[in-house]
T-cell receptor, first 117, second 113 residues
Framework: DAGVIQSPRHEVTEMGQEVTLRCKPI?????LFWYRQTMMRGLELLIY????????DSGMPEDRFSAKMPNASFSTLKIQPSEPRDSAVYFC???????????????FGQGTRLTVV | KQEVTQIPAALSVPEGENLVLNCSFT??????LQWFRQDPGKGLTSLLL?????REQTSGRLNASLDKSSGRSTLYIAASQPGDSATYLC????????????FGTGTQLKVEL
C-alpha cells in the first residue's frame, strides 16, 4: 500500500482565499484523522471520522474550518476564508479500527505545508 | 486533560553513543503509546507501538519501554548514527477518550560525526 496520501504537499495562498486539502487514507482503514502542527502548539487533533462519519470535531478552531469524508477513500479539509494564522502543516492519518484497541496504530501522511500570506 | 511531556527538548550526541529519550504523561488510563520519528519537512513515521499491557517493544536498535503506573516511557537508541537525526515524538491514546492521539512536544535529536 502507498500509505496515506495527501495533496498538495505545499500550498501558498493569499488571505481570504479558500483552501482545500485532500487526503486518501490507507485502503481498509476505517478511521481518519486531521491534525495540525505548529511550532507554538505542536500537533493538535482537528477532527476525526469513523466509517466516514465525523465523531469529534472539537478541535476545529473556527467555523472557517470544515471537513468532509464522502467515501472511505477520500477526505477534505477546507478553510474558507483563510487567514495568516492558519499557516501550519496539516497532517492526515488513518487507522484500521473504529473501536480503539491496544494494538491500534495510526499511520500519517506526508502533510501539507500551508502558508497564508 | 492528558498532558504529554518530552525531555529533553533537544539533544546532540556523537555518533556511536547510546541514548535515551523520555516521555511522561499525566493520565495512566491509556490504550497504548506510540513513538514516531519526524524528519524535517516530512511526515511522521511510526517506530514502535507499546500496548498498555506490555512493558517494552524492540525494533532493531530501538527499544521502547512503558511504565503506566508512573506515567513514563523511554525510547532507547543503541549505537546512534547520523541517520538517526530527527525529531522523536511520543503519543498516547486515552481509554474512553475516543481515538485521538495526544502528542508530546518532541525531542530534536542530532547525531554528529
Amino acid at each position: 500500500d502507498a500509505g496515506v496520501i495527501q495533496s498538495p504537499r505545499h500550498e501558498v495562498t493569499e488571505m481570504g482565499q479558500e483552501v482545500t486539502l485532500r487526503c486518501k487514507p490507507i485502503s481498509g482503514h476505517n478511521s481518519l484523522f486531521w491534525y495540525r502542527q505548529t511550532m507554538m502548539r505542536g500537533l493538535e487533533l482537528l477532527i476525526y471520522f469513523n466509517n466516514n462519519v465525523p465523531i469529534d470535531d472539537s478541535g476545529m478552531p473556527e467555523d472557517r474550518f470544515s471537513a468532509k469524508m464522502p467515501n472511505a477513500s477520500f477526505s477534505t479539509l477546507k478553510i474558507q476564508p483563510s487567514e495568516p494564522r492558519d499557516s501550519a502543516v496539516y497532517f492526515c492519518a488513518s487507522s484500521k479500527s473504529v473501536i480503539f484497541r491496544d494494538d491500534t496504530e495510526a499511520f500519517f501522511g506526508q502533510g501539507t505545508r500551508l502558508t497564508v500570506v | 486533560k492528558q498532558e504529554v511531556t518530552q525531555i529533553p527538548a533537544a539533544l546532540s550526541v556523537p555518533e556511536g553513543e547510546n541514548l535515551v529519550l523520555n516521555c511522561s504523561f499525566t493520565d495512566s488510563a491509556i490504550y497504548n503509546l506510540q513513538w514516531f520519528r519526524q524528519d524535517p519537512g516530512k511526515g511522521l513515521t511510526s517506530l514502535l507501538l507499546i500496548q498498555s499491557s506490555q512493558r517494552e517493544q524492540t525494533s532493531g536498535r530501538l527499544n521502547a519501554s512503558l511504565d503506566k503506573s508512573s506515567g513514563r516511557s523511554t525510547l532507547y537508541i543503541a549505537a546512534s548514527q547520523p541517520g538517526d537525526s530527527a525529531t522523536y515524538l511520543c503519543a498516547v491514546v486515552l481509554t474512553g477518550g475516543g481515538n485521538k492521539l495526544t502528542f508530546g512536544t518532541g525531542t530534536q535529536l542530532k547525531v554528529e560525526l
